[in-house]
């Protein structure tokens, strides 16, 4: 569930539907509970490269920060380049 809840918010975040975000949220929420550690970082980081591409800043800034800390926390470094790549156009 948790994969799929990430796959198709991502399509459907991309093409500017609420109900994607939701998905992804919802998705990264069961994650978190289920101590699904990879799928967490999963969701941080397509929840980041979904707003950056839209250029939702707000939701960028909410999912970069925690997202990055997360990975750290969890040994997900290799993790951090897809959370660290999309701040040079956030900061723009």
């Known amino acids: ?7 198709v918010g991502v399509v459907e975040a ?3 539907d609420d109900a ?4 992804l ?3 990264l929420e069961l994650a978190r ?4 550690t990879h799928d967490v970082g999963r969701a941080y980081t397509n929840l980041a490269e979904v707003a950056v591409r839209r ?7 909410r999912s970069i ?3 990055i800390d997360y990975c750290r926390e969890t040994g997900l ?3 951090l380049g897809d959370l660290v790549v999309p701040i040079p156009h956030f900061e723009s």
């Open 33 to 36: 509970q289920a101590g699904m």
């Open 14 to 16: 991309d093409k500017g």
């Open 25 to 27: 949220e919802r998705s």
């Open 65 to 67: 920060g925690p997202g």
């Open 55 to 61: 250029h939702d800043w707000l939701r960028a800034e």
């Open 77 to 79: 470094e290799a993790w």
């Open 1 to 7: 569930l948790v994969d799929a809840l990430n796959s």
């Open 20 to 23: 994607g975000w939701q998905k």
